[in-house]
Every structure is written in structure tokens, then in C-alpha cells.
């Protein structure tokens, strides 16, 4: 499986922008999908957005299309996930995942075999 390590998160004001990381080793990242969910305090984890492993489609929550834009380098192993216009309750831990499935939806855990340690972003109102 492949490993992965998010960085990037942290303090932002209601209206600030973060650029979340998530830095792949073990496998060859170009052949898994990836994709990031958070989990807010108390509430379970929710799917944010989604990557192919070519790097197209796209796909994003509702909540945050127009605001996120997920991406990846696969010669730098990393997928980012930028976020703009952060709001208070998008405040949560992080988390990147990779899944080598190549067919199917990305929008649900089960799809992802691998999963990072999670980044906390806090947004403060």
C-alpha cells in the first residue's frame, strides 16, 4: 500500500485561503485515484474532493465546489487540495486517501485502501 503524509494545515480566519499537502511514498502514486474528506469534531468523516489518477475528472462536495480546487504532481508523489473562502464550520481534521480501484465512485471511505495521518484546519470566525 502506499503511505501517505498531509502537512499544510492550520489557523485561518473566516475568509482565508490554505493549501493542503499529501506527500505519497511506497508505490507507484500514479497509479491510484486520490482524494480528501474531513471530519469535523463530534460528526463523521465526509468525502471533499476527488482526483483521478491521470489527474481528470474532478469531482467535489457540494458544500465546497467553486471554493476547492483538488490537484496533483505525479513526479512530486503529492496531491493538494487548495481551499479559498474558508468558513468556521469547515473547521476539521484533513485527511487524504488513495485508492487503487480505477473504476467506480470516490465519494465513499470504502474506496480508499490507504489513508493518511490527517491535517487539523481551523477557521476562525
Known amino acids: 500500500q502506499v503511505q501517505l503524509v498531509e502537512s499544510g494545515g492550520g489557523l485561518v480566519q473566516a475568509g482565508g485561503s490554505l493549501k493542503l499537502s499529501c506527500a505519497a511514498s511506497g508505490r507507484i502514486f500514479s497509479n491510484y485515484d486520490m482524494g480528501w474528506f474531513r471530519q469535523a469534531p463530534g460528526k463523521e468523516r465526509t468525502f471533499v474532493a476527488s482526483i483521478r489518477w491521470s489527474g481528470a475528472p474532478t469531482n467535489y462536495a457540494d458544500s465546497v465546489k467553486g471554493r476547492f480546487t483538488i490537484s496533483r504532481d505525479n513526479a512530486k508523489n503529492t496531491v493538494y487540495l487548495q481551499m479559498n473562502s474558508l468558513k468556521p464550520e469547515e473547521t476539521a481534521v484533513y485527511y487524504c486517501?488513495?485508492?487503487?480501484?480505477?473504476?467506480?465512485?470516490?465519494?465513499?471511505?470504502?474506496?480508499?485502501?490507504?489513508w493518511g495521518q490527517g491535517t487539523q484546519v481551523t477557521v476562525s470566525s
Open positions: 486517501a488513495a485508492s487503487n480501484a480505477l473504476f467506480g465512485s470516490l465519494t465513499s471511505e470504502g474506496a480508499y485502501t490507504s
